[in-house]
């Protein structure tokens, strides 16, 4: 299968942040990426912009070196990174100042798409997207790129709306939650509306429970500092598992388009039941053979922070009313697996007599590794022993059914940034959607706070504390296995 490649107009992205972590490790790679791919225009400029000084050949250096080691062998060769680089520029500039901001603008095409990447702390978000107007770089068609965090709360997140309000319209204000850009993700949409077959069973009537699992085995040594104060919820519920569940459980948008998609998605979450007590486990890893523990990861002997959750949420309306939706993740559990999977009821009566051990249909969408789909389904156990039933998998890896495309899996951040330029703001977080969010998490938070809470310890390697597998066997339930 040829993959087909949509030719983006000609822009100017400037990447705040330009020498920074994300830059060198994902946005520039992904660029890269839709550069071999032959989709960026032959006179579109990355401009990197930070503090420091550097010209543009030590810039073209810096991402040259994050290249080779960011993107795999495979899919690097010198005369294509040679080409590729040859598109950047560097130019510094004082986020907070006045220093380099007349340079910037100078550099910049008229008539061309101008993108702005602030991949930077969210301080540093009002201070750009004000000297950006200021200076008149920014022109009405000009977009800016956010990262998370966005706020870490509704106040702070409320601020953070109102002061990026006070230079840029919605329509050009991009908040990236990056699990929007997986292909899987985008695929449950696909799933869901590209078919007749999910949809009328997609609802309380047929389905027992969703799970939605993201399991990492990572800790957080060497970003404890942030972590510490974000935790789990703030790190991952709020925006990652929040905008999956979103795709999950919203209704079919009119058009896919991305005020009917976002629509539909804010409503999601604005039906969402508050949690109780007894519906949330918080853990935290603990030391395992020479592996440090979180408390000597976040360097804060007396961190409350957790490093897991898992939950029960309930969409109150008439689609989902008692449907749980199960919510699982955390960091240095058995393997790296995220996945969503709706558990299907037992059909209303077994015309077979009782089937011991029976376990009905489930569909899985495996978001990574091995991205793909999976249902399980019931059939005849093969041989003359009588009506035995099994279940078997219909499974389709996306690899394998699609070929050298489907092995090709884009990384979320070279859809998003072209996304960016061509104006679509789908796969991005409205502004009230953000809000909406934080006012469901904040008063979990204040909760734990409040009652000075402590995450339960569990294994590094193992699948959570015990709590956690309580949480669903006292619903007659269980969490599928992290593998
Ligand atoms: C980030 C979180 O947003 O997502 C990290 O801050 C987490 O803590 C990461 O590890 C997970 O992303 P992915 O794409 O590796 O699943």
New binding site residues.
Partial sequence: MVSRVIPVDDFDLVIFGGTGDLARRKIIPGLYRRFLAGQMPEKARIIGAARGEMDDAGYRKLITDALNEFVPASKRDATTIEDFVAQAHYTPIDAMGDAGWKDLAALMRPDVIRAFYFSVGPRLFGPLAERLHDHKIADDDSRIVVE??FGRDLESARALNKVLASSFDEHQIYRI???LG?ETVQNLMAVRFGNILFEPLWNAQYVDHIQIT?A?T?G?GG?GG??DK?GAMR??IQ??LMQLLCLIAMEPPSHFDPDAVRDEKLKVIRALDPVERDEIVRGQYRADDGSPSYIEDSENPKSTTESFIAMRVHVSNWRWKGTPIYLRTG?KLRA?A?EIAVVFKDPPHSIFGPQEGRRGNVLVIR??PDEGMNLRVTIKEPGPGGMRLIEVPLDMSFAEALGEEGADIPD?YERLIMDVIRGNQTLFMRGDEVEAAWAWTDPIIAAWEERGDKPKPYDAGSSGPEDALMLLHKDGRRWREIK
Avoid: F, I
């Fill in positions: 998370k965090p939650d990056h699990y997986k993201v990492e990572v957080v970003r942030y972590y974000s790190d991952m925006n990652h960091k790296r995220s978001l990574q979320a």
